[in-house]
């Protein structure tokens, strides 16, 4: 039998946690024995539900609620008082899913009082049994063709789960559960289900840590880049954002913020700015005196990584299904880890399908161990060398890895610190993606697989001769780019 008691009283509030909770898009499981109702909407709150409080409610609650549908589970939790619940959908190719978004309770003539009820669900993150990093209580999933959305909501309901998002061009969902789920136990048991597509946890990567060498001996020149020529490919920058620099404004098409879409992009950590002074032209890597072309090159900004440095790959693959709604033909990844996922594996193929070169950095440290995106399958891999031309010691090597190109560079935005110079596979993975930029920017028509073999073709061999684990297939310095340019499509 459901039941509900209201105990007021003055007593400090116990630590969240202390109940057992289970809540999807349609129902909802609480047992709480004389607990704080503030803790208990604390809870509703970690699970990604907004909570607004008006600070004069408080009591302890003791309440059984079994398997009910929303309206009546906080009906039963919350009748002495007055209280509004906001909903929202997530769209699927099933039907619409219902989204409890935000709960607001209050006395009663008392809503303009309500105030955030602050907990902890900020991006917790926790570490798999292979050392991978993954969002603490969330996973993505994606369905097999024909799952009905009935059979969906079951499925979710099964496994106390809520879509709070959707990617409906890759078909992937991102799935909330409270914090302390076994999240890589409930993985391995979703591949069982003849339903499920694929499952993963929800893993994050981390912006390159910066490779700082020293200051600048002089104030830096403001950056300045060119204008793009009219019809000129989009250039798609996934990093951490973009910095309001003026010089940048002539190159830059489009910003996004994956991480918050409904906000304007910034850029906290100063990585994806200072990919985007290399991109365009307003900075030069070290050894690039010249280039043969300083056409400009149509930037869309976007903002996969939060103000920690930190992206989770649903961030990541909603910004390569924006990318690719933009238009772009060249998509520069200046990041990795190590480790692999199915999911970003198949984003991947869906931007190639879309007529998307993808360009990514090999990684900043020397293991041999594949970075991933760069070890994708189609994916350019790009380490770096020096000024002088010789391979840069902290370039991770192996056979993903594609080529080489300049990785150090004066920069007059800092990452992480101050304005100098800096070094990494970032930087060399920028270039290349200009590269490919202004090469399909003079030849539109050329296909992405006729422009990339023009660009291996224009490589100056280094290493072994031929192909091998540090070059690649070979530098792209000052001579290899002018030749690159000058060339027409084969």
């Known amino acids: 039998m459901k039941k509900w008691m209201l105990i007021l009283a003055l007593l400090a509030p116990r ?40 600070p004069q409610i408080k009591a302890v609650v003791s309440v059984s609620i079994e398997d009910e549908e929303i309206p009546e589970a906080f009906e039963e939790l919350l009748s002495p008082w007055s209280y509004v619940l906001v909903w ?28 955030d009820l602050k907990t902890i669900r900020s991006l917790q993150i926790s570490t798999g049994p292979n050392g991978e990093k ?47 789920t076994n999240i890589p136990a409930l993985v391995e048991q979703l591949r069982l289900n003849a339903g499920v597509h694929t499952a993963e946890p929800n893993y994050i990567t981390e912006v390159p840590s910066p490779v700082f060498r020293e200051l600048l001996s002089a104030a830096a020149p403001d950056p300045a880049a060119a204008p ?69 090159v149509p930037l869309v900004a976007i903002r996969a990584f939060n103000d920690d440095g930190v992206a989770t790959e649903f961030s990541l693959l909603r910004s390569i299904a924006y990318a690719a709604e933009q238009g772009a033909r060249v998509i520069n990844m200046s990041w990795g880890s190590e480790t692999s996922s199915s999911f970003m594996a198949n984003a991947m193929a869906y931007a190639q399908s879309k007529g998307i070169i993808l360009v990514a950095a090999a990684g900043n440290t020397p293991t041999g161990r594949p ?26 090597h192996g056979d993903f890895v594609s080529l080489a190109a300049p990785g150090t560079a004066e920069m007059p935005v800092g990452h992480e610190g101050p304005a100098g110079s800096y070094a990494g596979t970032s930087i060399s993975s920028a270039f290349v993606s200009r590269a490919l930029s202004l090469y399909l920017g003079k030849n539109p028509e050329c296909s992405n697989a006729a422009a990339v073999a023009d660009l291996m073709a224009s490589l100056r061999d280094a290493g072994e001769e031929g192909r091998d684990r540090f070059y690649g297939n070979g530098v792209l310095d000052s001579a290899a780019l002018a030749a690159f340019l000058g060339q027409p499509c084969r």
Not at 98 to 114: C, M, N, T, W
Not at 138 to 146: A, K, P, W
Not at 155 to 167: C, F, K, P, Y
Not at 372 to 393: H, K, L, Q
């Open 228 to 296: 793009p020529p009219a019809g000129a490919p989009a250039l798609a920058i996934l990093d951490s954002g973009l910095m309001d620099i003026s010089g940048l404004n002539a190159a830059v098409r489009g910003t996004y913020d994956a991480v918050n879409p409904s906000s304007r992009i910034g850029d906290s950590q100063g990585h994806g700015t200072q990919m985007a002074l290399i991109a365009s032209g307003a900075v030069l890597p070290g050894g690039v005196n010249a280039e043969a072309d300083a056409a400009g």
């Open 88 to 115: 929202n959908v997530v769209q699927t190719p099933m039907g619409e899913l219902p989204l409890l978004s935000e709960v607001r309770v209050h006395k009663p003539g008392r809503k303009d009082q309500v105030k």
């Open 15 to 54: 630590p969240a946690g202390a109940y057992d909770l289970r809540l999807d898009n349609q129902r909802i499981s609480l047992k709480a024995e004389r607990e704080d109702i503030r803790s208990i909407l604390g809870g509703f709150s970690a699970a990604g539900v907004a909570v607004k409080l008006d």
């Open 134 to 180: 993954f969002v603490d209580g969330e996973l993505l999933l994606s369905v097999r063709s024909g799952m009905t959305l009935e059979a969906f909501r079951h499925l979710l309901h099964q496994i106390g789960g809520t879509v709070v998002e959707s990617i409906p061009e890759l078909g992937v969902y991102r799935v909330r559960f409270v914090f302390g």
């Open 371 to 396: 970075v991933y995106p760069a070890a994708y399958e189609g994916v350019i891999a790009v380490g770096a060398v020096t000024g002088s031309g010789e391979r840069w010691p902290q370039s991770n």
